[in-house]
Structure formats: C-alpha cells, structure tokens
Nanobody
Framework: QVQLVESGGGLVQAGGSLRLSCAAS????????MGWFRQPPEKKSREFIA?????????DYAESLKGRFTISRDTAKNTVYLQMDNLQPEDTAVYYC????????????????????WGQGTQVTVSS
C-alpha cells in the first residue's frame, strides 16, 4: 500500500526558507509523477505547486511560484523534496505531496483529481 509522509513544515518569518520532505513507501515509483500541492486556510481546494517525474527527467511548476520553489527527489531515499525560499505570509497553507502512475502519453498532471495517493499534509505558517 502506498504511503506518503510529509515533514518539514513549521513557523517561519517572511523572507525565510523551509524544505519539505515527502517519504514514499509501499510501491515502486518508477513511472510515477510526484506532486506538491497546498491548501491555504481561506480556500477549499488544493492548488498545484510543482511536480517531478520519478525518473527526474522532467519538472513542472506553477508559474507564480517558479523561481522561489524547487522540487527534487532522491531515489535512493524514496523521498521528494520541496525547497521553498523567500516565503511570504500568503504561502501559509497545509502542504501535501501526492503521486500518480503516469499513463502512456501522459505529461505531468497539474490537476489534483489526477493524483491517486496523498500524504496527510504538513502545516507551513509564515509570519509577517
């Protein structure tokens, strides 16, 4: 059974950085995409941040976050990371990682509905 466990969240001042980790287990993730999403307190849905093919051959970012957030993975540790720099109060949210087995011909999906498994989330709070 696939399990995703996020960690690394916390309270940080504006301008600071955090690195989130997502430990994946229970499956062979070759052929998967790993994504990061977030849900701010005032919103009802999760928004796409970034995703990476497990092979590392491709990444995708939400345009508004490109340059401040960086996704990476360590296949030896079965872990995906999200480096977040220059954090701002509007980045306050619960951050989730998710995974999907890519179908033939699929590009990295951005829709949360395309992802099959989710972690429990980790809270990130940015103070001004």
């Amino acid at each position: 059974q696939v399990q995703l466990v996020e960690s690394g969240g916390g309270l940080v001042q504006a301008g600071g950085s955090l690195r989130l980790s997502c430990a994946a287990s229970g499956h062979t993730f070759y052929g998967h995409a790993m994504g990061w999403f977030r849900q701010p307190p005032e919103k009802k849905s999760r928004e796409f941040i970034a995703a990476i093919k497990w092979s590392g051959s491709k990444t995708d970012y939400a345009e508004s976050l490109k340059g401040r957030f960086t996704i990476s993975r360590d296949t030896a540790k079965n872990t995906v990371y999200l480096q977040m720099d220059n954090l701002q109060p509007e980045d306050t949210a619960v951050y989730y990682c998710a995974t999907v087995q890519l179908r033939v011909g699929w590009d990295i999906p951005r829709s949360r509905y395309d992802y099959d498994y989710w972690g429990q989330g980790t809270q990130v709070t940015v103070s001004s």
